[in-house]
């Protein structure tokens, strides 16, 4: 079956760095956009980065454009490089992969994935 495995999150300094990565397995992923999602306690799924397969058409929210990059490697990995972290970056941070072709929300305006991981904790200290 599918699976998305992220790893790479744990405690760093406020201005620190940490990689998170993806690993997808279980399917080709060539139709999909990869995506990472976070959540922190008591607040919604917050969007955070996507990029094509491909590597193609990165995006990012506002609050962490210049501090994060998302990128594919050349194996089925995606990577999500979060530098100059912040308290308010403190969050489960979750890897999707979603078609190409559907939006990431859907009813009532909740972000959906075609898959989801587990989930990694990040937590950045003041």
């Known amino acids: 079956q599918v699976q998305l495995v992220e790893s790479g999150g744990g405690l760093v300094q406020a201005g620190g760095s940490l990689r998170l990565s993806c690993a997808a397995s279980?399917?080709?992923?060539?139709?999909?956009?990869m995506g990472w999602f976070r959540q922190a306690p008591g607040k919604e799924r917050e969007f955070v980065a996507a990029i094509d397969w491909s590597g193609g058409s990165p995006a990012y929210t506002t609050s962490v454009k210049g501090r994060f990059t998302i990128s594919r490697d050349n194996a089925k990995n995606t990577h999500l490089q979060m530098n100059s972290l912040k308290p308010e970056d403190t969050a489960v941070y979750y890897c999707a992969a979603r078609l190409l072709t559907k939006p990431w929300r859907g009813r009532g305006g909740q972000y959906e994935a075609d898959y989801w991981g587990q989930g990694t904790q990040v937590t950045v200290s003041s």
């Open positions: 279980g399917r080709t992923f060539s139709s999909y956009r």
